[in-house]
């Protein structure tokens, strides 16, 4: 009977805890513990005495760590990287949305230790995904679609991430996670703010600019395109369902008025948009920028961060949209 008993409390035991187990989503986090290993590596270091040391603008890595995490998404394996600071501590969290599709785009270590490492260095969790169907993720890309399911669903994976306050966390997207974020706004509430860089928010006119993303993007990554065409691109376009953005995120606009990949009337046209519905917003747009508003970095770099910190580490009331003043 002892002995039964013991069973019994084994049984039980185990049985709770590969519950336990079976209701994680993160299933893998493994630490970059090296970087001298990968491609980005000669371009943070310089030679001192025969000895390799960070350049003076790189010395911020010694106090994050890089992951590459899986976790479930839909019950499909998703990949993606993670970085923190290495100090114990309490964060905000930020989930930033990659551009691009397929490989074009996908996150590498370098992403890890210079996009999200210079955001994580500043007191943040940054957690990111490479979608479904790339960089060994399972299931197909949707570009906008269902894969818009593995950015909300990183708001829960954070709750496993034991120096993220999930009470706090931001998304940043560019160009095509730009249009993940604004998909992402209408989809959950978790989010307190909210920056896009180039962000699509016409997918039509896109097309209309560039072709080649109707042919060889939208036509071979989104679900029964040639058939609903029409419905998929506005699923897709902020610009025509401007008025379910939350009121109570506000955002920040930011783009290149030179940017040939995803023109600047994308923003300039979805902020009349916003301007109607009194969604709280600001916009900046950068004289000569690019697609990566490279011309202006540092200025970009200390906006994106200003922002964060405003609504995520001071709590800053949101902003008085209701027309006002003398």
């Not at 009977?1 to 336990?20: E, G, P, R, S």
């Not at 957690?127 to 269902?146: H, L, M, T, V």
């Not at 379910?244 to 040939?260: E, M, T």
Request: proline share 4%; glycine share 10%; net charge neutral.
């Amino acid at each position: 009977m002892k002995y039964l008993k013991l069973f019994l409390l084994l049984l039980i035991f185990t049985n709770c805890n590969a519950q336990n187990q079976a209701d994680n989503l993160l299933l893998e986090k493994e630490l970059v513990s090296d970087l001298s290993k990968y491609p980005i590596y000669p371009r943070l270091v310089q030679d001192n005495n025969g000895v390799k040391e960070w350049k003076k603008e790189y010395q911020y890595l010694d106090s994050i760590d890089i992951y590459r995490i899986t976790y479930l998404s839909d019950g499909l394996k998703i990949r993606g990287l993670m970085v923190q600071p290495k100090k114990e501590g309490k964060y905000p969290c930020i989930i930033y949305n990659r551009g691009g599709n397929r490989d074009f785009g996908s996150l590498k270590i370098f992403h890890g230790a210079m996009t999200l490492g210079q955001i994580a260095k500043e007191g943040y969790v940054v957690i990111a995904s490479q979608y479904r169907g790339n960089a060994g993720s399972e299931g197909k890309e949707e570009f906008g679609g269902k894969d818009v399911n593995d950015v909300t669903i990183l708001t829960e994976v954070l709750k496993e991430i034991e120096f993220a306050d999930t009470e706090k966390i931001g998304m940043y997207g560019w160009s095509r996670g730009g249009m993940m974020t604004y998909i992402a706004l209408t989809k959950t509430d978790k989010i307190k703010a909210a920056v896009v860089g180039g962000a699509i928010s016409d997918s039509e006119a896109g097309i209309k600019d560039r072709p080649e993303m109707g042919t060889g993007v939208y036509a071979e990554l989104v679900p029964a395109y040639e058939t609903n065409k029409e419905e998929e691109l506005e699923k897709r376009s902020a610009i025509k369902w401007a008025d379910k953005f939350p009121k109570n995120v506000p955002l920040l606009i930011l783009h290149g008025n030179a940017d040939w990949r995803v023109k600047p009337e994308h923003s300039l046209k979805l902020a009349l948009e916003l301007e109607k519905h009194r969604v709280p917003y600001r916009l900046i747009i950068f004289e000569g920028g690019d697609h990566g508003i490279r011309e202006h970095k540092e200025e970009v770099d200390q906006q994106v961060i200003s922002w964060f910190d405003k609504y995520l580490k001071q709590g800053a009331p949101l902003p008085n949209m209701e027309h006002h003043g003398r």
